[in-house]
Antibody
Framework: EVQLLESGGGLVQPGGSLRLSCEGS????????MSWFRQAPGKGLEWVSA?????????YYTDSVKGRFTISRDDSKNTLYLHMISLRADDTALYYC???????????WGQGTLVTVSS | IVMTQTPLSLSVTPGQPASISCKSS???????????LYWYLQKPGQSPQLLIY???SRFSGVPERFSGSGSGTDFTLKISRVEAEDVGLYYC?????????FGQGTKVEIK
């Protein structure tokens, strides 16, 4: 069974930093492109960042996080990361990681980890 | 790309059909011949789950009462007979132009 487990969320002050992790199991993690999404409280879904499968150089970010967020992966640990700095109140959200099927749809999602940016 | 869903909320009697429209501001037809339009359902308190990919392909385990149709910029998700377990927020998503974007979501509830 494919599983994705996010961790690392929490309460952080504006300007602070956090590193989110997403551990995958039940599939060959290195074969899959992965993404981070977020959902602000009571709002819709927003794509944040994407990284290709191992060996690829594809890394993408939505404009609002460019220069502040860094996506990376450690396939030896079956883990995807999102390093976030200079956090702002509008980064407050439930952050999900998702696996991208080779046919391009996101077929498996984690349960999310909550990031709250507040003083 | 802007994805526009209508309606934003829907109240349906169990056993009755439901339909959600999704319009994109640009064509989602890729030069590879595929149309990168997906439908997700987010049940209360849960993460999104894939229902439909490539406009009309039902994901593994998704009941046959769910169907997708459309082309280019106009798409529709239909539920032939709504069941109580279908309540939640339905989102269309495009996967062709970065940043990938979602519709605003359509809340489906049971009468």
């Amino acid at each position: 069974e494919v599983q994705l487990l996010e961790s690392g969320g929490g309460l952080v002050q504006p300007g602070g930093s956090l590193r989110l992790s997403c551990e995958g199991s039940g599939f060959m993690f290195s074969w899959y492109a992965m993404s981070w999404f977020r959902q602000a409280p009571g709002k819709g879904l927003e794509w944040v960042s994407a990284m290709g499968a191992t060996g690829g150089t594809d890394i993408y970010y939505t404009d609002s996080v460019k220069g502040r967020f860094t996506i990376s992966r450690d396939d030896s640990k079956n883990t995807l990361y999102l390093h976030m700095i200079s956090l702002r109140a509008d980064d407050t959200a439930l952050y999900y990681c998702a696996r991208r099927d080779p046919n391009s749809h996101f077929d498996s999602w984690g349960q999310g980890t909550l990031v709250t940016v507040s003083s | 790309i802007v994805m526009t869903q209508t309606p934003l909320s829907l109240s349906v009697t169990p056993g009755q059909p439901a339909s959600i429209s999704c319009k994109s501001s640009q064509s989602l037809l890729h030069s590879d011949g595929k149309t990168y339009l997906y439908w997700y359902l987010q049940k209360p308190g849960q993460s999104p789950q894939l229902l439909i990919y490539d406009v009309s392909s039902r994901f593994s385990g998704v009941p046959e009462r769910f169907s997708g149709s459309g082309s280019g910029t106009d798409f529709t998700l239909k539920i032939s007979r709504v069941e109580a377990e279908d309540v939640g927020l339905y989102y269309c998503m495009e996967g062709i132009h970065l940043p990938w974007t979602f519709g605003q979501g359509t809340k489906v509830e049971i009468k």
